[in-house]
Each structure stands twice: as structure tokens, then as C-alpha cells.
């Protein structure tokens, strides 16, 4: 009897004893207020540059060889005429030498080599005038004529025979032009010409004149005459540099970027050209192409901005430039406060496992990100309680899991990548640490799950406030058409300080120019 007693006092201090201690641990899980998780020490990250992002945008300026040849045909003169300095107005009285020439409409033909403008020539070599009376005696002594006609000898020797003579003139003139733009803003015509006239021969008193090699002089000055008019008239023109700065104005402003969320202030997108450069004219079949470009700083700013924006009086040029296309720096900031209430929502009070299964769970009660070099710590203040005795012991402790800022182009979100437990927790849980770390893998696998960040809102945004922005830049008036399309979106980095993560993203589109009549002169 006195041995069943004792051995019911054990067991009722035992129990007693049990009950003590887990009530001690339950009143201490209840009434010890949980406190933020214990940040680690952490390597410093160097605070990012303000953020500019370079846009770049190339536009081929096609202008229609039509509009060419219209300008020109309206400028070129139609006819030539002069007086050679010929040797037969010494043998002729009153002598008169003298050529018209009409020219065909002009032809165009474009090849890589240059631009041909041609043109074909027809006109008349008129010789005119009267023999001397001494020449006259002696052309009728040789022809037997002695006044047969109505004259005597006497009134030969007096009066010059009259001649009047014409041939008719044929030929073509081409002119090629290998067009260069300079650093100036100026276009360079660089003409080189050739003329072929047709043999066209007179005989005038035994003389043979050779009206070709006569006139060739004279054509070949006037075409000379013509090819430096035109040549300066190119040079002069204004036409590349004043629609330049037109662009230039528009370009150098400040977009307003609509707001993502309500109670979130608008932003604008500050656009400032810093530098202009162009590949030289390439000339087609229907075309000659300038492309030219523009490269210009873009930021996020908090309010409406007037960017200074010298226009560069030196133009840059490069090598070819193949097609158009516009590419938009965006930099979008996206401050740690607003990581850490994304992960505080989806984490906080959430168990892991989530299933229940492993032998304890985690629960969440408080989570922060930081930036730790070049990487992200996630710090969580976490209760770990074990689950395969009926004490199901339990207690707080401070974790630390790290991973790298991520994009997911597809989805356009940020994430956390290469998530992995920081060597500061391996002895967080201690009691509790074998059983509790069964269930830390299910809380990595969670925060990579829980823990994206959608960019697809402000890129939206970015993307409607921009193309409403390129309507200034679309344009079909005055023999001109501008034409500016977006076309994608890409995200091309992140980068992050102990502020913000920022992600660069690149809106693409295409831009082309069309000129179907060139303006009057300036």
C-alpha cells in the first residue's frame, strides 16, 4: 500500500511538474509581446546614381526622287542659246553664228552609286550672214555665174551674196550627283556632269564648220553654270537643320506619367536630348535616305520640369544606320517600404508548412527586406512550435533569408532569385532547431512565391502616357509624313541601394519619315 501511494505522489509530481512547464511556456508565448525580427548586420550598398536612362531614337528620312525631280524641273531652265566665237565671221559680212537648244523634261534614275538626273537636247546651229564682194567675184568666176541671174559681174563684185544655213543640233546631258550630308546640318550635292552632242556640220564657202565641237564649249560652261547654282541652293537650304530642331523642341519636355493607384501622386517622365548624329544619304531606285538620330536622358521626376536643351551646332556622323526604331529608357523606382508591405500581406500569419505536414511549423509574425550588398535579406521574426509530442513546445526566433532581385520578362514582375537561408539563423530555433528547420524550406519556397512584385501597372502606364505623347510627332502635312509607332517593352536591369530597387525597362517602337514634296526655299 505505502509502495502504490509513493509511486502515485511521483507521478503526481511529475505531472504537476509538466503542467508547470507548459503552462510557464504558454504564459510566456502569451504575455511576452512579439518585437520586429533582429536585422543582421549588414554590408553596405553604394546609394544609385539618380535616375537617367538614355533613349535613342533613328529615323530614315526618305525623300521620293519625284519630289526631286519636281524641284528641280521647276528650277533648271528649259532652253540655251549663245554665239560661238567662230573663225567664220571673219569670212562672212554681217555675220551672225548662233545656237538654240530645248531641253526634254528631266529624268531621275537612282542607284547606289548616285543620283542621275538626264535630260535630252534638240535645237538649231544657224550660220548666217553675206560674202564679201571680192569672195562673191570669185565664187562667180569659179561657178561661171556672171550675172546670169539678173546681175552683171559689176553688181556681183558689189553685192554680198546672202547665206542663211541651219543644222540641226541633237545631244543629252546627265548629270550624276553622290549627295553627302555634313557635320554642319548642311547637304552636299557633289554634281559632276556630261554632255554628248551629235555631229552637225555645215559647209560655207568651202569651209566645213563643225557645229558640235563649236557649241560643246558653251554648253559645257552653262552646264557648269547650272550644276554650281544648284549646288549652292542645296547647300544653303535649311530644310534638314530647321526640321531638326522642330524635333529637337518636342522631344525636350517633360511627359506626365498617369497615376498606377489611387492616392499615389503622378509622376513625369523628363525627356532631354543631349546629342544628334546621321549616316550618310544612301540613294535607291525611289529614294534618297538621310537617317538621322537623336539620343536623349530620360528620368522618373516628381513634378512638371523645362529641361534646358541646347540644339548641337555639330552634327555627328556614323556609320550606316539600317532601319528606324525608337528605344524609350524608362527607370522605375520601387522603394523598399513598398517590398516590405508586400511581403508584410502575403507572409504575416501564414503557417509553413502549408499542408501541416513535418514535424513543426512556422508561423510568420513579422517580416522586413534590406539590402545586404548584393543581395536581399529578408528578415522574419517567425514562432516555431513542434508538432510530434502532445507539449508542442514552441518559440519565437529571428530568421534570415537572402536572394537576388530578379525579372521575370514574361510576366514583367520583380522577384526574389537564388533564395537561400542566411548563416545568421542556423542556430535561431535552438532547442526546436531540428525539427523547426524541416520547416524552412517551405517557408523559401513561399517567399519566392509570395514575394513578386507586378511591374506590369506602371509599365502600362509608362507605355499609354508616351504613345500619347508621340500624336506631336505624327504628322502628315506639307509633302511630309512622320510616322512613330511603339512597339514592345522590355525589362533590361535592376539595381538597388538601401532605398530602392530600380528596374530599367526599354519601351520599343519604330520611327520613319517620308517626304513626298520638298518646301520652297528658305
Given at each position: 500500500m505505502f509502495k502504490l501511494t509513493g509511486a502515485l505522489k511521483i507521478a503526481a509530481a511529475i505531472v504537476v511538474a509538466i503542467v508547470f512547464f507548459v503552462g510557464t511556456?504558454?504564459?510566456?508565448?502569451?504575455?511576452?509581446?512579439?518585437?520586429?525580427?533582429?536585422?543582421?548586420?549588414?554590408?553596405?550598398?553604394?546609394?544609385?546614381?539618380?535616375?537617367?536612362?538614355?533613349?535613342?531614337?533613328?529615323?530614315?528620312?526618305?525623300?521620293?526622287?519625284?519630289?526631286?525631280?519636281?524641284?528641280?524641273?521647276?528650277?533648271?531652265?528649259?532652253?540655251?542659246?549663245?554665239?560661238?566665237?567662230?573663225?567664220?565671221?571673219?569670212?562672212?559680212?554681217?555675220?551672225?553664228?548662233?545656237?538654240?537648244?530645248?531641253?526634254?523634261?528631266?529624268?531621275?534614275?537612282?542607284?547606289?552609286?548616285?543620283?542621275?538626273?538626264?535630260?535630252?537636247?534638240?535645237?538649231?546651229?544657224?550660220?548666217?550672214?553675206?560674202?564679201?564682194?571680192?569672195?562673191?567675184?570669185?565664187?562667180?568666176?569659179?561657178?561661171?555665174?556672171?550675172?546670169?541671174?539678173?546681175?552683171?559681174?559689176?553688181?556681183?563684185?558689189?553685192?554680198?551674196?546672202?547665206?542663211?544655213?541651219?543644222?540641226?543640233?541633237?545631244?543629252?546631258?546627265?548629270?550624276?550627283?553622290?549627295?553627302?550630308?555634313?557635320?554642319?546640318?548642311?547637304?552636299?550635292?557633289?554634281?559632276?556632269?556630261?554632255?554628248?552632242?551629235?555631229?552637225?556640220?555645215?559647209?560655207?564657202?568651202?569651209l566645213k564648220l563643225n557645229g558640235a565641237r563649236e557649241i560643246r564649249p558653251l554648253v559645257d560652261r552653262a552646264m557648269s553654270d547650272q550644276m554650281l547654282a544648284l549646288a549652292a541652293r542645296v547647300r544653303e537650304d535649311l530644310f534638314i537643320e530647321n526640321a531638326a530642331r522642330r524635333e529637337w523642341t518636342k522631344i525636350c519636355r517633360s511627359i506626365p506619367l498617369e497615376s498606377t493607384a489611387a492616392g499615389v501622386p503622378p509622376l513625369w517622365l523628363e525627356t532631354r536630348p543631349t546629342r544628334a548624329f546621321a549616316s550618310q544619304p544612301r540613294v535607291d531606285s525611289g529614294n534618297v535616305t538621310i537617317t538621322l538620330g537623336l539620343q536623349a536622358d530620360t528620368r522618373i521626376v516628381p513634378q512638371q520640369t523645362k529641361p534646358d536643351c541646347p540644339f548641337p551646332a555639330k552634327l555627328e556622323l556614323v556609320p550606316p544606320l539600317d532601319q528606324g526604331k525608337i528605344a524609350i529608357g524608362v527607370p522605375i523606382d520601387v522603394p523598399f517600404a513598398e517590398l516590405n508591405k508586400l511581403i508584410e500581406t502575403q507572409l504575416t500569419d501564414k503557417t509553413f508548412p502549408e499542408d501541416g505536414s513535418g514535424a513543426a511549423q512556422i508561423t510568420v509574425l513579422r517580416a522586413v527586406a534590406a539590402a545586404a550588398g548584393k543581395r536581399v535579406i529578408v528578415s522574419m521574426l517567425v514562432k516555431a512550435q513542434e508538432r510530434k509530442s502532445w507539449f508542442g513546445l514552441g518559440s519565437e526566433a529571428t530568421i534570415h533569408i537572402s536572394g537576388k532581385p530578379a525579372l521575370d520578362q514574361d510576366r514583367q514582375t520583380l522577384r526574389l532569385d537564388d533564395i537561400s537561408l542566411a548563416i545568421e539563423s542556423d542556430a535561431a530555433f535552438g532547442l526546436l532547431g531540428a525539427a523547426a528547420n524541416t520547416a524552412v524550406p517551405a517557408l523559401q519556397n513561399a517567399l519566392a512565391r509570395y514575394a513578386v512584385f507586378d511591374?506590369?501597372?506602371?509599365?502600362?502606364?509608362?507605355?499609354?502616357?508616351?504613345?500619347?505623347?508621340?500624336?506631336?510627332?505624327?504628322?502628315?502635312?506639307?509633302?511630309?509624313?512622320?510616322?512613330?509607332?511603339?512597339?514592345?517593352?522590355?525589362?533590361?536591369?535592376?539595381?538597388?541601394?538601401?532605398?530602392?530597387?530600380?528596374?530599367?525597362?526599354?519601351?520599343?517602337?519604330?520611327?520613319?519619315?517620308?517626304?513626298s514634296r520638298l518646301p520652297g526655299k528658305q
Open positions: 511556456l504558454w504564459a510566456l508565448n502569451l504575455l511576452t509581446p512579439s518585437v520586429g525580427p533582429q536585422r543582421p548586420v549588414l554590408e553596405q550598398t553604394p546609394a544609385l546614381p539618380p535616375a537617367t536612362r538614355p533613349t535613342v531614337i533613328i529615323a530614315p528620312v526618305a525623300i521620293a526622287i519625284p519630289a526631286l525631280r519636281q524641284a528641280i524641273e521647276e528650277a533648271a531652265p528649259r532652253s540655251l542659246s549663245g554665239k560661238p566665237d567662230n573663225p567664220i565671221a571673219k569670212v562672212l559680212s554681217k555675220a551672225e553664228v548662233a545656237y538654240t537648244l530645248e531641253r526634254s523634261p528631266l529624268t531621275f534614275t537612282g542607284r547606289a552609286d548616285g543620283l542621275i538626273i538626264a535630260a535630252d537636247l534638240n535645237g538649231t546651229l544657224r550660220v548666217a550672214g553675206q560674202f564679201p564682194a571680192q569672195l562673191n567675184s570669185l565664187i562667180a568666176a569659179v561657178t561661171g555665174d556672171n550675172g546670169k541671174q539678173g546681175r552683171t559681174g559689176k553688181d556681183a563684185g558689189k553685192d554680198g551674196r546672202p547665206v542663211d544655213l541651219r543644222a540641226d543640233l541633237k545631244g543629252r546631258v546627265a548629270v550624276t550627283s553622290r549627295p553627302k550630308i555634313t557635320t554642319g546640318w548642311r547637304l552636299e550635292a557633289n554634281l559632276t556632269g556630261k554632255t554628248d552632242l551629235a555631229e552637225a556640220n555645215l559647209q560655207v564657202a568651202g511591374l506590369r501597372p506602371a509599365l502600362a502606364n509608362a507605355r499609354k502616357s508616351i504613345d500619347k505623347a508621340l500624336v506631336d510627332f505624327r504628322k502628315q502635312d506639307d509633302g511630309i509624313k512622320i510616322d512613330a509607332q511603339l512597339t514592345g517593352l522590355r525589362l533590361v536591369g535592376v539595381e538597388f541601394d538601401s532605398e530602392i530597387v530600380r528596374v530599367s525597362a526599354e519601351i520599343d517602337g519604330i520611327a520613319r519619315v517620308s517626304v
